[in-house]
């Protein structure tokens, strides 16, 4: 199977590296190739303008996995709405005919700030611009993509991310009080979702939440990772958060698909991270 991923950042990377270890063809859009890894085959391209060298007619799968270099607006509307337009244009033009398309967004289509159980019936209601923005991506995939599907990521932790250990290391954390819950997903795990996704015979949902099974307290994540440090737990204190809400997120739809989480809870995946393992891509 013929696999186009638009977006080769950490994400898209490693997911086309799974691909293609099972047996996958992947090309994967980039604006420097060469720093795709081996097997996948680069092709350069600018999603946001919308500049791409011409893509191969036997896509069989899109995943665009693209995300925004800033917060603003301008940004958003770059990489989420112009570039998947640009991206089916292009395919459009060499006649491919994929038959599948997801996107990955995120949970932040849920502007959630009362720690309430969120899932894909509870109504998308963004409470920023750039939430607005993801919303709006997701109804025009939705509207012209083959299997199109939304796959709303949480907060992606992994090899290379580490800012909550760092802020726990330096003494910067605070745990917040009244107690504000995050959900998260490894980006192995979100990988391996967007594989699971990809290449089952059944067509997609038109939405699935990618986040593991638990939802927690920040609080509860600092004190864990203080302890793994061997340090002093951080204080609490106001949440100082500018974004990001208060929600607890269900997986159930993903899971009844079948996929098994290598990293269930913070606690396995923090661990892995705290032991080097894993490999961050440019």
Same mark, same amino acid.
């Given at each position: 199977?013929?696999? &186009? #991923?638009?977006?080769? %950042? *950490? =994400?898209?990377?490693?997911?086309?590296?799974? !691909?293609?270890?099972?047996?996958?063809? /992947?090309?994967?859009?980039?604006?420097?190739?060469?720093?795709?890894?081996?097997? &996948? #085959?680069?092709?350069? %391209? *600018? =999603?946001?303008?919308?500049?791409?060298?011409? !893509?191969?007619?036997?896509?069989?799968? /899109?995943?665009?996995?693209?995300?925004?270099?800033?917060?603003?607006?301008?940004?958003?509307?770059?990489?989420?709405?112009?570039?998947?337009?640009?991206?089916?244009?292009? !395919?459009?033009?060499?006649?491919?005919?994929?038959?599948?398309?997801?996107?990955?967004?995120?949970?932040?289509?849920?502007?959630?700030?009362?720690?309430?159980?969120?899932?894909?019936?509870?109504?998308?209601?963004?409470?920023?611009?750039?939430?607005?923005?993801?919303?709006?991506?997701?109804?025009?995939?939705?509207?012209?993509?083959?299997?199109?599907?939304?796959?709303?990521?949480?907060?992606?932790?992994?090899?290379?991310?580490?800012?909550?250990?760092?802020?726990?290391?330096?003494?910067?954390?605070?745990?917040?009080?009244?107690?504000?819950?995050?959900?998260?997903?490894?980006?192995?795990?979100?990988?391996?979702?967007?594989?699971?996704?990809?290449?089952?015979?059944?067509?997609?949902?038109?939405?699935?939440?990618?986040?593991?099974?638990?939802?927690?307290?920040?609080?509860?994540?600092?004190?864990?990772?203080?302890?793994?440090?061997?340090?002093?737990?951080?204080?609490?204190?106001?949440?100082?958060?500018?974004?990001?809400?208060?929600?607890?997120?269900?997986?159930?739809?993903?899971?009844?698909?079948?996929?098994?989480?290598?990293?269930?809870?913070?606690?396995?995946?923090?661990?892995?991270?705290?032991?080097?393992?894993?490999?961050?891509?440019?």
């Amino acid at each position: 199977m013929r696999v &186009l #991923i638009a977006g080769c %950042g *950490d =994400l898209g990377t490693e997911t086309g590296l799974r !691909l293609a270890a099972a047996g996958h063809s /992947v090309v994967g859009i980039r604006r420097t190739t060469t720093r795709l890894p081996a097997p &996948l #085959i680069g092709v350069r %391209g *600018d =999603l946001a303008a919308g500049h791409l060298d011409e !893509l191969p007619d036997d896509v069989e799968v /899109v995943i665009y996995a693209a995300a925004a270099d800033q917060r603003t607006e301008q940004a958003y509307l770059g990489a989420y709405v112009a570039g998947p337009r640009h991206v089916l244009d292009a !395919l459009a033009r060499v006649r491919a005919r994929p038959r599948r398309l997801l996107l990955v967004s995120s949970t932040a289509v849920y502007g959630v700030t009362d720690g309430s159980w969120v899932d894909e019936d509870t109504p998308a209601r963004p409470a920023t611009v750039t939430g607005e923005i993801l919303l709006a991506a997701e109804m025009a995939v939705l509207e012209r993509g083959p299997e199109p599907s939304a796959v709303r990521l949480s907060g992606i932790y992994g090899p290379g991310r580490t800012r909550l250990i760092d802020q726990v290391r330096t003494g910067r954390a605070v745990a917040p009080d009244p107690p504000v819950y995050a959900n998260r997903i490894h980006r192995d795990d979100a990988a391996d979702a967007l594989v699971h996704l990809a290449t089952r015979r059944e067509a997609p949902h038109p939405c699935y939440l990618g986040v593991d099974d638990a939802p927690v307290d920040r609080g509860e994540v600092l004190r864990f990772l203080a302890e793994e440090l061997g340090l002093p737990e951080p204080p609490t204190g106001p949440d100082r958060r500018t974004r990001g809400g208060n929600k607890r997120c269900r997986n159930d739809r993903l899971v009844a698909t079948g996929l098994t989480l290598t990293y269930p809870t913070y606690r396995e995946g923090y661990r892995a991270v705290l032991a080097g393992d894993g490999v961050r891509h440019p």
